[in-house]
């Protein structure tokens, strides 16, 4: 059973603009929500996270929004570059870690 | 600073050919240590993870092994290596499960 349901598995994006990813979890347990971005041959780097206590976070181009309440949570990447070009997945943890399938994102020049 | 060194990078190995793929964690103590796989294209399978020395937990039943000789040193092993061990290996480590994981740099272990 998929703990971490995330989607688009694919993701082509024209530079400068926003690329969203989406996640759903069941568990109302889990307590901390990390996205993780994968360049090919590299891998999994953090690349920010939450906790359900508040409902975004941002860190540059980078924000999650999380709603606690639909138990989903999303990645925004704002302005986005070709380097941003990278296969994303989300996670969702409590006493064990669960990863999304991961989402492979193109962002066209 | 904490880094993970995971070695080697590729590995080109024979069909019932034996493996040893080596991480050691530098920079902190009583880590929790993971294998992961990633099959091309695919999401990140747990394969193995650790919480002290000797304390392996399997999560997959398959032909591979896991062992923690040291604090900081994650081993993974197969007698007799499938095709269908083919993938992306990547260690990782983390304090405590609250916390993100970081991994390593990986291996792609091509079984031919």
């Known amino acids: 059973q998929q703990q971490v349901k995330q989607s688009p598995q694919s993701l082509i994006v024209q530079k400068g603009g926003i690329s969203i990813i989406n996640c759903a979890y069941e568990n109302t347990a889990f307590d901390y929500f990390p996205w993780y971005q994968q360049f090919p041959g590299k891998g999994p780097a953090l690349l920010i996270a939450?906790?359900?206590?508040?409902s975004e976070k941002k860190e540059g181009r980078f924000t999650i929004s999380f709603n606690k309440s639909a138990k989903q949570f999303s990645l925004h990447i704002m302005d986005s570059q070709p380097g941003d070009s990278a296969t994303y997945f989300c996670?969702?943890?409590?006493?064990?870690?669960?990863f999304g399938t991961g989402t492979s994102l193109t962002v066209i020049p | 600073s904490q880094t993970i060194h995971q070695w080697p990078a590729t590995l080109v190995q024979p069909v019932g050919s034996p493996l040893s793929l080596e991480c050691t964690v530098e920079g902190t103590s009583n880590p929790n240590l993971y294998w992961y796989r990633q099959a091309a294209g695919r999401g990140l399978q747990l394969l193995f993870y650790?919480?002290?020395?000797?304390?392996i937990s399997s999560e997959v039943p398959q032909n591979l092994s896991a062992s923690r000789p040291q604090d900081r040193q994650f081993i993974l092993s197969s007698k007799k290596l499938l095709l269908s061990d083919s993938g992306f290996y990547l260690c990782a480590w983390s304090v405590g499960q609250a916390y993100g994981y970081t991994f390593g740099s990986g291996t792609r272990l091509t079984v031919v």
């Open positions: 996670a969702a943890s409590s006493n064990q870690f669960y």
């Open positions: 939450i906790r359900p206590d508040v």
């Open positions: 650790s919480v002290g020395i000797g304390q």
